[in-house]
């Protein structure tokens, strides 16, 4: 293993891996070393034997496995997006029991939400020790949008990992939905008689994604204003007027290092606004009650 390590060092030469989580790109590669730059020119390195994976996928979910073998000398593989920025670096694994004496190379891959819907072309090219680059073979991809929940306002925060976040969505009234009060409607007020309808017309967290680190595949959460069934008929979404406050909070990294997350807002399935991030560390040991996260985003509502 430690040679094939040493390897993977060897195939970037001038252009080197980095440290870099790859936040951003385009196509995520789980158990990966992040590469930034354009994928690389072949050098005379090994071929790739065959790659075959799943005709498509969708987009914001990390589930999707590609598996190539490769010629005998490789020692690795350089996996990339066609026309996309950065790529990604893996040591070979063993070979298939009917392809004895060929190293293979399997990924578990997924596509950012800002990828748009469509066919993608993944590239794949085999290193050997002196970090030679082969030619790289293709796998053709259609990613597919990921669907948005139904509703007059929707708030959405989507993540690639392991990690436990909470969406916390503040309306202009400062009503806060988030796991804790996973609606933005105001309790009845002491002496009140309270309306057994009012808080459908809030915004609803619709669940708690990764809780206690037990993982959602996607991992996601979203906070909906819509028209909801009541006792007494159908309740229109009260949507206040003002600046509305979207923040994410890390209750844990769980099994990683880091959490890159995604935030978007629509309106009536039209998007708004969105946002990009990184849950770190520090983030975990911060406040989690009400308020807690850092803010994504804002936006008004007139």
Not at 86 to 102: E, M, R, S
Not at 110 to 118: E, H, L, N, Q
Not at 241 to 260: F, I
Request: glycine share 12%; hydrophobic share 45%.
């Amino acid at each position: 293993m430690r040679a094939r390590w040493l390897a993977l060092v060897a195939v970037v030469g001038c252009d080197p891996a980095t440290n870099e989580l790859g936040y951003g790109a385009a196509l995520v590669i789980a158990n990966a070393q992040f590469r930034p730059g354009g994928f690389p020119a072949a050098t005379g390195g090994p071929d790739t034997v065959q790659v075959e994976g799943a005709a498509s996928t969708t987009i914001g979910t990390f589930r999707a496995r590609l598996h190539a073998v490769l010629a005998p000398d490789a020692e690795g593989a350089i996996i990339g997006l066609q026309g996309a920025d950065g790529a990604w670096i893996i040591a070979a694994g063993q070979p298939d029991f009917d392809t004895p004496g060929q190293p293979s190379a399997t990924a578990t891959y997924g596509f950012d939400p800002s990828v748009a819907p469509g066919p993608q072309t993944i590239l794949l090219a085999a290193t050997d020790a002196a970090g030679r680059i082969g030619v790289p073979s293709t796998l053709e991809v259609v990613a597919g949008a990921a669907p948005v929940p139904e509703g007059d306002l929707v708030v959405g925060l989507a993540w690639e990992s392991t990690a436990d976040l909470d969406l916390h969505v503040i309306d202009p009234l400062g009503g806060e939905a988030w796991s804790d009060q996973p609606n933005t409607s105001p309790p009845a007020q002491p002496g009140v008689p309270a309306d057994p309808s009012a808080y459908l017309g809030g915004g609803i967290l619709d669940h708690d994604g990764n809780a206690n680190c037990h993982l959602d595949n996607p991992a996601n959460e979203h906070v909906i204003w819509r028209p909801r069934a009541g006792p007494n008929g159908d309740v229109a979404p009260v949507i206040p007027s003002g600046t509305y406050t979207v923040r994410v909070a890390a209750r844990s990294l769980c099994r990683d290092a880091a959490a890159a997350w995604y935030v978007e807002v629509y309106a009536r399935g039209v998007l708004l606004a969105a946002a990009r991030g990184e849950a770190v560390p520090d983030d975990v040991s911060a406040d989690q009650r009400a308020g807690a996260g850092v803010t994504a985003l804002t936006f008004k509502r007139p």
